[in-house]
């Protein structure tokens, strides 16, 4: 099981970034999926998360700027992120809570760097 997340690069302050994430292997069932970000020397801190059912939660700083979405059919979360600022840079983490072989597990990607600069 693995989380394959894509989507990062370098961009202009105010630009748009898609990130994608799409988990394979044998899953059963996932609940959350999420994205969290982590900024040097500080911890990694959530940004979005969807819940199988659509519910969405979303870190204060990132509110009307981004979207985050999922299909469950193909076990892929997105995060659209428009209005990118400087501190929005930071490597992204996609996240999800899953049901896989013997029971739940908080699986994690890669990580994605996003940088915005100008």
């Known amino acids: 099981v693995q989380l394959q997340a894509s989507g990062g690069g370098l961009v202009q302050p105010g630009e748009s970034l898609r990130l994608s994430c799409a988990a394979s292997g044998s899953i059963f069932m996932i609940n959350s999926m999420g994205w969290y970000r982590q900024a040097p020397g500080n911890q990694r801190e959530l940004v979005a998360v969807?819940?199988?059912?659509?519910?969405?939660n979303y870190a204060d700083s990132v509110k009307g700027r981004f979207t985050i979405s999922r299909d469950n059919a193909k076990n892929t979360v997105l995060l659209q992120m428009n209005s990118l600022k400087f501190e929005d840079t930071a490597v992204y983490y996609c996240?999800?809570?899953?049901?896989?072989?013997?029971?739940?597990?908080?699986?994690w990607g890669q990580g994605t760097q996003v940088t915005v600069s100008s």
């Open positions: 969807i819940t199988s059912g659509g519910i969405t």
């Open positions: 996240n999800a809570l899953m049901y896989a072989g013997s029971g739940w597990s908080n699986r």
